[in-house]
């Protein structure tokens, strides 16, 4: 009886382990829409999702995500960690081979504020297995709150446009700028009307704009000739340049393709230089990634977050050195690592002291990824005389091993 | 048959309860666990199912020490209670199984019947029997006619032994006692009746003692669980029959196990009487390829006081020596052999000097023409200069019948026979060695006991003597008793002289055929005496 009972324990318990070839809680082929459904059904959060290549994108409007005191609103918080943790569970769940997971969290009142999460999926299931601690893990993720020079500027050149279009007494001053249109139509009878607009963040405050429009206006009578050339409803193109920090008046720079000089109307080539500059941000204008993001990307920005925290948190670095910069990309294979880390007692520059508690960082970051697929490391302190150091990637592993000493390291 | 079927169902249910309490507990916990687990997202069911190996092993290992330490701590260590529980029909069994005890068979047939009738014998208003005590000494089928007698009625038959309840933890003991009647009830319940078998009963069944100090608190409270268990079977509802064992003697056991409600009968179980042992041997026998020119009744003669286990064993033995001989089949021989081995040991030749040899051979021949000659009871069936043991030679004796008691003549023809062995040396050498240091303190022995304790002296010298404190006792009694012994000694000395010295022909040849042959076999031994025209010893005529 004994040994049937243990014989009938241990066959339903071995048909335990059949439950794995269950099917997956969340199939690749409605990954979005189950995000979309967890906030719905859960936290009845509206919220949109996108995946790019292996990155889910989710995007939720927050009415009120700032405080008057431009600090993340409470509630608002709640409603962000809600959502990432929905993002979590469904990454987790899925068969879709997802890497990056970004949340933005747009304030639907204050204009441009947004909070932007972006973490490696890989993060949270080590977390969840006890793997890495919280605390790394919060180290892990990029959180950007800042205001978006793109949604800012957007609007404001919406909002230009517009007073543009009704001949406002307030763009008076600047309406020439919109050449030929206003300098050649009559008063009042000009129309802008927006075909197409791009947007570049070329820096955390700035942001390019590349519009092309189709203007209509009535000649003034003495430039009648210009119909020839610039028949209403004629193809214009502009580029603006916004800075938030100008707010409320963020447009810096409006550039027209044509110009008049030299007793001749000539133009330039907008869209080559819109071109030339390279787009920082990879959240659109949606909220939505614009791009499949790397891990050497992902990584570059951690090291340059975990940078500010490491000179506020380690006992040696923190009162002696301030960060009052920390920006990092990937060119070529290479991490370029661009600081300006400034002593805090006058004359006290350390750059060993800075460099090495940098390099030995990022060594170990790199580490904890097993990340090997770069060619080398480039820190450039800006506040130290642009000292640069290089680091190739076995001498940055010897480095992190103390097999290296930084006398040794190459500086120029 | 409806409502025994149902009453059977039902025992199984409450036999079986725990069992099914945990079967049912575990099927729901893994049916709960595959539910929990499907509703888990993937991620947490993949991690559970991970984690379980290493949880279960844990678990394991959890309840592998929580049961040690409640083992060793709380329930006195591993060792499992043997209930042996076997249904009637199935002990196997049978009353033609049972030989050699016709008696004790005949009493127990009517226990066998007490169980059968019991409806009637409630109806008449009689009482039920609750316990059967079997005393007898060992080997002479007590466990084989309870498990006849479980046969017999077609009911559960459950064996322990006394031993099985004793343990250093107090209440131990009492709780298995509790755990057997129990299951015992159980059965009966579904049976209709059951039998307790508690073997070596004396192991719990002694009287008990009241030590200030707690001494034999264990057995105490085990017999007193006993005790209460079988004092309150519910006479209405259960028909639970204790059947006790034992080889000690009845006034061993606890009275109030042997008052009447308890142990109501008792049966003596002895060995088996000469008939008896016929009807073993031929039963052992059945059981081996032997010569069917075997005279069983000889064998039966042959071995006086052997129980049925003895036989068994002795036939097993035969079997063996036949097997190593390369024989198909167990002859006479083989059986002699192994009736000498068991009861003698094994032989072992130490090397012994020429002299050393001839003073043994004339020692045993002594013991040998004394006892054939001078014996009224006992035959000898051998005689050998082999040593055994610590024995440098023996001459084996058997009594030619079951004799429970001995008469004068027969005591002093066992002190001749053990003087035998000294006058034979004292008359081949004209000295003696030490080897008659046991035959002497045998032959005082009886002398002694014949004068002081059984009132067999000439001087008229009647009592047991030998229960007066010697303080009380007079020397001049003392004179006349000891002087008596040493009279009883001296003549039986002197009867001896004279027969050895008118058969010292006799004496002579049989040492010279031990010397030959080391040993001799009952039937040389009588072709020797016939051939000097000697028979057995014979009453002399009134």
């Known amino acids: 009886m004994n040994i049937r009972l243990l014989k009938l324990f241990f066959i339903l318990l071995l048909l ?16 979005e829409q189950s995000v979309i459904d967890l906030c719905k059904k859960e936290y009845d959060l509206d919220v949109e999702a996108k995946i790019i290549g292996s990155t889910l994108g989710v995007h939720i409007p927050i009415d009120g995500l700032v405080d008057p005191d431009l600090k993340l609103n409470k509630e608002a918080g709640e409603k962000i960690e809600d959502v990432a943790l929905s993002i979590h569970r469904v990454t987790m769940s899925t068969n879709k081979p997802l890497s990056f997971y970004t949340l933005v969290a747009r304030d639907t009142k204050t204009l441009g504020a947004e909070f932007t999460l972006t973490g490696f999926v890989y993060d949270v299931v080590r977390v969840r297995l006890l793997d890495i601690s919280r605390g790394e893990y919060h180290k892990r993720i990029l959180r950007d709150f800042k205001f978006n020079p793109v949604i800012a500027g957007q609007t404001k050149i919406n909002e230009l446009f517009k007073a543009l279009n009704e001949n406002s007494p307030q763009i008076q001053n600047i309406s020439p700028v919109f ?47 210009y119909r020839t050339i610039f028949p209403s409803g004629f193809g214009n193109e502009y580029l603006i340049l916004v800075n938030v920090s100008m707010f409320p008046s963020p447009i810096k720079e409006i550039v027209p393709k044509y110009f008049y000089s030299e007793n001749e109307i000539k133009q330039r080539d907008l869209k080559e230089t819109f071109a030339n500059y390279k787009d ?16 050497d990307w992902f990584l570059s920005q951690q090291i340059a977050n975990r940078i500010n925290m490491l000179f506020a948190e380690d006992k040696k670095l923190r009162g002696n050195f301030t960060v009052k910069k920390s920006e990092a990309s990937v060119d070529n294979r290479v991490f370029r690592l661009n600081v300006s880390i400034v002593p805090d007692k006058p004359g006290n520059t350390d750059n060993e002291t800075i460099f090495s508690a940098i390099l030995k960082h990022i060594g170990n970051v790199l580490h904890r990824y097993s990340f090997e697929d770069f060619e080398g490391i480039e820190i450039i302190n800006t506040d130290a005389a642009e000292e640069k150091v290089y680091l190739s990637k076995d001498d940055l592993e010897k480095f992190r091993l103390g097999k290296l000493k930084f006398k040794d390291i190459t500086r120029s | 048959m409806t409502l025994l079927t149902l009453r059977r169902f039902k025992m199984y249910l409450m036999m079986h309860k725990i069992k099914f309490i945990i079967t049912f507990a575990v099927t729901t916990l893994l049916i709960l666990a595959v539910w929990g687990l499907s509703s888990l997202e993937s991620f947490y069911r993949h991690l559970t199912l991970a984690q379980m190996p290493i949880t279960l092993l844990l678990s394991g290992v959890h309840a592998g020490i929580f049961v040690f330490m409640y083992m060793i701590f709380l329930r006195g260590g591993f060792t499992k209670i043997k209930q042996t529980t076997i249904k ?59 498990k006849a007698i479980a046969t017999e009625a077609n009911i559960p038959f459950i064996s322990m032994s006394g031993s099985e309840f004793t343990e250093i933890f107090v209440g131990v003991g009492a709780s298995r006692v509790r755990k057997l009647f129990k299951r015992a009830r159980t059965l009966a319940y579904g049976y209709g009746a059951c039998i307790v078998f508690i073997d070596e009963l004396d192991a719990i069944g002694r009287a008990r003692s009241f030590s200030f100090m707690g001494g034999g608190g264990e057995t105490n409270s085990t017999q007193n669980q006993l005790l209460v268990e079988m004092d309150g079977l519910k006479e209405k509802d259960f028909n639970v029959i204790v059947i006790g064992a ?28 000469l008939q008896g042992r016929e009807k073993v041997f031929d039963y052992y026998l059945k059981k081996v390829n032997y010569d069917k020119s075997i005279d069983i009744g000889r064998l039966a003669r042959k071995s006086v006081y ?88 023996a001459v084996y004796r058997q009594p030619r019948e079951e004799l429970y008691t001995r008469n004068k003549e027969a005591l002093l023809a066992d002190i001749k026979v053990s003087l035998g062995g000294y006058v034979s040396e004292k008359l081949h050498s004209g000295t003696t060695s030490n080897g008659v240091l046991a035959d002497f303190n045998s032959a005082m022995k009886t002398a002694h006991s014949m004068v002081w304790r059984v009132g067999m002296s000439d001087a008229g010298l009647v009592g047991d003597y030998s229960i007066i404190p010697p303080t009380q006792i007079s020397e001049s009694l003392k004179e006349k008793l000891n002087s008596e012994t040493n009279k009883i000694m001296k003549t039986c000395l002197k009867d001896v002289e004279e027969l050895l010295n008118k058969e010292w022909q006799i004496v002579e040849r049989f040492v010279k055929e031990l010397l030959e042959k080391d040993e001799l076999e009952y039937d040389e031994i009588e072709d020797i005496f016939k051939e000097y025209g000697k028979t057995h010893y014979s009453k002399p005529a009134a």
């Open chain 1, 280 to 295: 920082t941000g990879y959240i659109g204008i949606n909220g939505l990634p614009k791009k499949d993001l790397a891990l």
């Open chain 2, 306 to 393: 052997k129980s049925p286990a003895e036989i068994d064993n002795i036939i097993k033995e035969a079997a063996l020596i036949a097997t190593r001989n390369k024989k198909d089949i167990v002859s006479y021989k083989d059986i002699s052999e192994a009736m000498e081995r068991i009861d003698m040991g094994m032989k072992h030749k130490k090397q012994m000097t020429k002299e050393e040899r001839k003073m043994v051979a004339f020692h045993e021949a002594g013991h040998l023409v004394t006892m054939y000659i001078l014996h009224p009871t006992d035959d000898v069936f051998k005689a050998s200069i082999i040593s055994r043991k610590e024995s440098l030679g």
């Open chain 1, 16 to 31: 335990l382990p059949t439950l794995s070839c269950a099917p997956v809680t969340y199939s690749k082929e409605k990954v």
């Open chain 2, 246 to 273: 034992t080889n000690a003697a009845e006034e061993i056991l606890d009275a109030a196990l042997l008052r009447p409600g308890r142990f109501d009968r008792k049966i003596y179980i002895d060995r088996p009487s």
């Open chain 1, 179 to 225: 050449y030929p249109l206003f300098p050649i139509g009559k008063p009042g009878s000009q129309k802008i009307q927006i075909s197409q607009i791009d947007s570049k963040e070329i820096s955390q405050q700035e942001a390019l704009f590349y519009i092309k429009t189709k203007e209509y206006y009535d000649p003034l009578p003495q430039f009648e000739a």
């Open chain 2, 88 to 146: 009637g029909d199935q002990v196997n069994i049978h009353w033609n199984d049972v030989i050699g005890i016709d008696e004790a068979k005949e009493e127990a047939w009517e226990v066998v019947q007490l169980i059968k009738d019991r409806t009637l014998l409630l109806k008449i208003g009689g009482k039920i029997l609750r316990g059967l005590l079997m005393v007898g000494p060992p080997g002479c089928g007590k466990t084989y006619l309870a």
